[in-house]
């Protein structure tokens, strides 16, 4: 460099020094100079920019005092071999910021021995550095996961369906240890007369096609038992859409369907009890009142007693009344959860051959056409063909068929679709599984009743069907047990239709729902329950069910969430769905439920619901407790609570 700078006149020199400056100055890079001695001799602004550290700072010190504890021997090692050598090195450190704080550095360095200097470009690489570190903890953190799994058994499947990952989980369950089973074909889990069907490979078709698929079968342990499994089949693709293999998550469910079975014994164990009892408790009260009716015959002769034998017969009535709603109560509680298991479950098991029957009317169409358009291309070209397949045809009617046959392929695959539309509302509304408070979509909830009530909102008897309005609001999810919701939407919006049953047309029931913000401090119990978090803004939302049909007195709506209070013909109701509606939503959501109405001018039930609780409300899984509030605020002013 010398040599040829000595060549180049000074004015020149000057120049060319100036347009290296600038390029140094320009780089997007850190650019060094560095001597043999260890210290930086000249740096860029970039240094400064990255490093937090001036140019005096930097050239203060040797570099190896900025270069990581842990990373010095290694960074030694590298400008020694530049310092015997004319090769270009490449490696990585941290090096330190102000602050304390270290990069990542990725340098280029190379050796000019005839200055005793070393050129070096430097990349910050932190940011890389720190995602590959990410990247790497949550796949360990992922692997420890599925191994750690016992509950589940989870394993991988390549696209011919042979076993090529296993966990701790499925070596539990199905009892083949690791090595036993890796390249096994799933078949082998399943029972013989499944593999002779082809069901194993069927299911993988079927999840290759839809992405996915659920289903509950008998499986097989390596020692020949057999359990009851609900298997979660995944189809694997890469981001080209390639099939790579399926993930497989299944579960013993062998206690839960033997546990359906013994609470099905159960419930009916229990109604023939309750019915026993019942009988007992009507001989009872009978001879209760039979008792009443004598001591009051013997009042005027025993009037010093009055007072005791009046307090005695309240003691008593009150007990009876307490006695019969506890056990109303325990009916209703038991009756609906047994109904929503019921319903959940019967929707799941119709779902499966729904889904098999809609999933192959696409191609029994493709080859019914197929065939009719055979049968017609024989019968342009084949114009005189055999008497007996003349008379065959005239006795099939080919004409009617061919024209009809289209006709009944589309009318099947309406029912289909219409039968998995009332199994998924089915299933919205049962929320079985539901048994923990999560946040969920209202109106998906409104929805699915609707649904199940379709048929009582059709017209009959020359009549017109009710028209339902849906205004809803735009709601976020709301944090609540979506299955006791579902009951209370039932109960109101089926009081709306009884209320419309015979009102003249147009009968109307409008369903609209908002977002709204206030303080919220709730009426739990007659009184205002007030928390620190209460008082702190809070969002609910409001779902108002109305109608237009005759309305009630200001008498019936006060007393109108009462337990066995019903406006109905006796036999028709029990007076329990609003008086339980009530608990669930003031109770169990901390919310509110109230009742608008005047004679003619219709009826207007409004919810009022946190999106996101702020207490822990009363449990509503014992309502026989001790400080039970099954309330009315026109029970609590008779002193009957």
């Known amino acids: ?190 029972p013989p007369a499944e593999v002779e069907s082809g069901r194993p490979e069927e299911v993988l078709q079927i999840a290759a096609k839809l992405g996915g698929y659920e289903y509950e079968s008998l499986r097989l342990r390596k020692d020949g038992s057999e359990f009851w499994a609900n298997v979660d089949v995944t189809a694997l693709r890469d981001e080209n859409g390639q099939l790579r293999g399926y993930a497989t998550v299944t579960r013993d469910i062998t206690e839960r369907k033997q546990a359906s079975e013994a609470l099905q014994q159960a419930y009916r164990e229990l109604e023939l009890r309750v019915e026993e009892r019942t009988f007992e408790l009507k001989a009872a009260n009978e001879m209760l009142v039979q008792e009443i009716s004598d001591r009051k015959r013997t009042e005027v002769a025993l009037r010093q007693s009055k007072a005791r034998l009046k307090e005695q017969a309240k003691h008593l009535e009150d007990a009876l009344y307490q006695l019969h709603r506890t056990q109303a109560q325990l009916i209703q509680t038991e009756k609906m959860s047994s109904l929503g298991q019921l319903v959940a479950g019967v929707a799941h098991e119709i779902n499966n051959p729904v889904s098999f029957i809609y ?74 599984d539901e048994s923990e408070m999560k946040r969920v979509d209202i109106h998906e909830g409104l929805d699915s009743t609707l649904k199940l009530l379709q048929n009582r909102l059709k017209g009959s008897d020359g009549k017109a069907g009710i028209q339902v309005i849906q205004g809803y609001g735009d709601l976020p999810a709301v944090e609540c047990y979506a299955g006791l919701l579902n009951q209370v939407f039932m109960n109101l919006l089926s009081n709306a239709i009884d209320a419309l049953e015979n009102h003249p047309d147009p009968r109307i029931i409008t369903i609209r729902t908002e977002l709204a913000m206030r303080d919220f401090a709730m009426n739990y119990g007659g009184s205002m329950l007030q928390t620190e978090q209460s008082l702190i803004p809070n969002p609910y939302i409001i779902i108002r069910i109305a109608d237009n049909g005759p309305g009630m007195t200001e008498d019936v709506c006060r007393r109108l969430f009462d337990p066995f209070f019903t406006t109905k013909p006796l036999g028709k109701n029990k007076g329990l769905g609003l008086s339980i509606s009530y608990q669930i939503v003031v109770e169990k959501h901390g919310g509110q439920l109230r009742c608008v109405s005047s004679p003619g001018a219709g009826t207007e039930f409004i919810i009022e619901i946190p999106v996101q609780q702020t207490a822990q409300w009363q449990s509503f899984e014992n309502p026989l407790s001790e400080n039970s509030t099954f309330f009315s605020p026109s029970a609590s002013r008779r002193g009957i609570f």
């Open 1 to 190: 460099m010398a040599t040829h700078t000595a060549k180049i006149p000074s004015s020149s020199r000057k120049e060319l020094q100036a347009k290296q400056n600038r390029f140094f100055t320009l780089s997007l890079d850190m650019f060094f100079i560095l001597g043999f001695d260890g210290y930086l001799k000249q740096v860029n602004p970039m240094c400064e920019k990255i490093l937090a550290l001036s140019s005096a700072e930097l050239l203060a010190q040797p570099l190896l005092e900025l270069v990581h504890p842990e990373d010095r021997e290694s960074t030694l090692a590298q400008l020694e071999k530049l310092a015997t050598s004319d090769e270009t090195v490449t490696f990585e450190n941290r090096c330190r910021c102000r602050g304390g704080s270290y990069k990542w550095l990725l340098w280029n360095a190379a050796p000019c021995q005839d200055d005793k200097l070393i050129y070096a470009a430097a990349r910050d690489i932190t940011e890389r550095k720190q995602a590959e570190e990410a990247l790497k903890e949550s796949e360990e953190r992922f692997r420890l996961l599925i191994d750690r799994v016992k509950d589940y058994a989870i394993y991988m499947l390549d696209p011919d369906g042979r076993v090529v990952s296993w966990n701790q989980g499925a070596e539990r369950i199905n009892g083949y240890r690791t090595e036993e089973i890796i390249g096994k074909h799933v078949s082998c889990f399943h």
């Open 359 to 432: 999933g192959n009317l696409d191609h029994a169409s493709h080859y019914i056409r197929d065939l009719l358009h055979l049968i017609s291309l024989y019968r342009r070209h084949y114009s005189n063909p055999p008497i007996e397949i003349q008379n065959s045809v005239e006795a099939i009617d080919i004409d009617f068929v061919m024209e009809d046959m289209p006709k009944l392929l589309s009318s099947m695959k309406m029912g289909a679709d219409r039968i998995r539309q009332i199994v998924l509302s089915l299933r919205n509304f049962a929320r079985h």
